[in-house]
């Protein structure tokens, strides 16, 4: 690199199938740069490692790079940041020029790779070599995707993340010391370089994690986490006319980025402001492209050839394919308990109509808010039964992919009635014609509070008649962190909250008052799921996801003992705010 950091990479050229000899080009060259090492072992190979025959095959120059202070790469690790910004426009240069390369790139990758491929994307510049970008399961903005869930630090995650960093840092210089004597060390020392990148990747996510813990600075958003957020630069890579396909699962660690990743770059393309809703009848551009599927961060896509797909779309924008082309309407998704798939241009998608059911005594929800207001008491609990999804969820689905491999059921068809105690329940009627849920969902809660802190974490579940609880979303708001970006949050035409976005930053935070009465907009993460007849909704509200959400020191010592009494109906109800479509009305 051009501060002197070397970066190792894997380069597969195709070959002749006869005689295995160099097969003759140009070829497209496909670039990945992965934090979990090039020789990463299965199940870690899911997110990141190893090459990818079937397009090697097919004509392409496969790249594979270790992150710096990764794997056997040089340097200081750093979840991504302006040093590997600028090592992905390098690479991509180095890239076009390889030998029998035809001077045109395109990367891809699931995960870390996704995201370096929209902070790569937006540093090439115009004219760049690098033609389209293949990101699955990116992060919009990693604090509120992953981090943190309204404010409540997500510390199981962060500590998991670090340790799979850990262990494939150990693992693979470890791989390249025993397999691959031929070439330098990426230091010297042999052994004892492969104990000490361990203790690197151990040094850079402990401290992030015990700051968190403690309530510094980790724990809220702000220049620390700038750096993991593609958020701020999608402007730019709709300016430099990258193509990019992007592949997000309802079920994913970044389920709510992936949407708003779309949103934001169509906007971009069409020179409207990035952080708004998309509207309906919008130009949309064809380089921008979004799958979404009830899948989890690691996964099979229920059969789904995602190599075939990236083949069409690198074909087309590298190989100037024209048969290639991808057609018809840009965002394509498959619900959660429905095989068709539904075609839309707009996020959000203008045949959902934003409903509201409201939180009524008895604990139903009802279209009409009751006109007597009763009260609902919550009492304050650090911990209780595990959710199924959400502990699915925040492992990445690994559980999942290796069970579905093994010829079992997925758990996001789990009974998830378990955490129905010490809750409130609220559950619909029961409805009459297939419905679709599909797009941002707001929970307003209308609420007092004997304490100056709040957690709120909401379930949202599909029950069938026989009593099943199918999870589907979930979402919470630490109550200090209520305030609302009126630019990035977006609003319905009455000024209600149709997808809130809180300012979590340290300065914006402030205490909630006791006994006066306070409005919380809690995001409840999108989804896209189909309601069978017969079957109702049904919304959970409890203050914990065990073992997930940790409030910080500072945040369990204001929230012990508290109890909250919510508002039902009356002059401040609190009501659900969901987006539900007729599926004969969508593609």
């Known amino acids: 690199m051009s501060d002197g950091v070397v970066l190792r ?17 140009p070829f497209p060259v496909l670039l990945s740069v992965t934090p979990y090492g090039k020789l990463a072992p299965p199940p870690a190979a899911q997110i990141g490692g190893g090459p990818t025959p079937r397009l090697i095959r097919r ?39 390889l030998p029998n390369a035809n001077g045109r790139v395109g990367m891809f990758g699931i995960s870390y790779l996704a995201i370096n491929q929209l902070f790569t994307a937006a540093a090439v510049g115009p004219d760049s070599a690098l033609k389209a970008i293949f990101p699955v399961m990116a992060a919009n903005d990693f604090y509120r995707d992953a981090a943190a869930m309204g404010g409540a630090p997500h510390l199981a995650t962060v500590r998991g993340y670090g340790a799979l960093y850990t262990m494939l840092n150990v693992i693979n210089p470890a791989l390249e010391f025993f397999t691959r004597g031929d070439h330098p060390r990426p230091r010297a020392g042999g052994l004892a370089a492969v104990r000490q990148r361990g203790r690197d990747q151990r040094g850079y996510f402990g401290p992030l994690v015990t ?43 970044f389920q709510r980025g992936a949407p708003l990743n779309y949103a934001a770059l169509q906007n971009a393309c069409s020179d409207r402001p990035v952080h708004a809703p998309m509207q309906p009848g919008q130009p949309l551009a064809d380089r921008i492209r979004l799958m979404m599927g009830p899948w989890y961060h690691v996964s099979a896509y229920d059969g789904l050839r995602i190599q075939d797909l990236q083949l069409r779309w690198f074909d087309y924008w590298l190989k100037n394919d024209a048969a290639a082309e991808i057609s018809g309407s840009p965002f394509t998704f498959q619900a959660i308990g429905d095989s068709r798939w539904y075609h839309a241009g707009e996020y959000p998608i203008p045949a959902a109509t934003p409903t509201r059911l409201h939180l009524s005594q008895g604990g139903r929800l009802t279209a009409d808010a009751p006109a007597e207001q009763t009260l609902a008491a919550l009492p304050y609990r650090t911990r209780g039964p595990m959710s199924g999804r959400s502990l699915e969820q925040w492992t990445l689905g690994l559980n999942s992919f290796i069970t579905a491999a093994a010829g079992g059921r997925t758990r996001y068809d789990q009974d998830n009635r378990r955490l129905h105690r010490n809750a409130l329940t609220y559950t619909g009627e029961p409805f009459d014609a297939p419905t679709l849920i599909a797009g941002p969902i707001t929970l307003h809660v209308q609420a007092t509070a ?14 069938a008649p026989e009593g099943v609880s199918r999870p589907l979303t979930q979402g919470a708001l630490l109550g200090s962190h209520r305030a609302l970006d009126p630019e990035r949050s977006w609003y319905l035409p009455d000024g209600t909250v149709l997808r809130p976005h809180h300012i979590s930053t340290r300065s914006a935070v402030r205490p909630v008052e006791p006994g006066e009465l306070t409005g919380y907009d809690i995001e409840i993460f999108p989804t896209a799921a189909m309601i069978a007849p017969g079957h109702r909704l049904r919304l959970t509200l409890t203050t914990y996801d065990f073992p997930h959400l940790v409030p910080t020191a500072p945040a369990r010592r204001a929230l012990a003992g508290g109890t909250y009494r919510l508002h039902q109906g009356g002059p401040t109800p609190s009501f659900l705010l969901l987006p539900l479509a007729d599926p004969d009305a969508l593609d």
């Open 9 to 25: 990479a894997d380069i597969h050229y195709p070959t002749e199938r006869d005689t295995g000899s160099p097969a003759a080009g």
């Open 59 to 97: 004509g392409y120059i496969e790249v594979m790079v270790d992150v710096r202070g990764t794997g056997a790469s040089g340097g200081s690790f750093q979840m991504f940041g302006p040093d590997q910004a600028r090592d992905g426009v390098e690479l991509v240069n180095w890239a076009a020029t």
């Open 211 to 253: 700051e968190a813990r403690i309530g510094g600075d980790a724990a809220y958003d702000g220049p620390f986490w700038d750096s993991m957020r593609p958020d701020l630069v999608l402007p730019e890579i709709a300016a430099n006319k990258v193509a990019v396909f992007l592949v997000g699962g309802w079920h994913d660690a």
């Open 450 to 463: 004997d304490t100056t802190e709040t957690l709120w974490v909401a379930y949202l579940d599909d029950v």
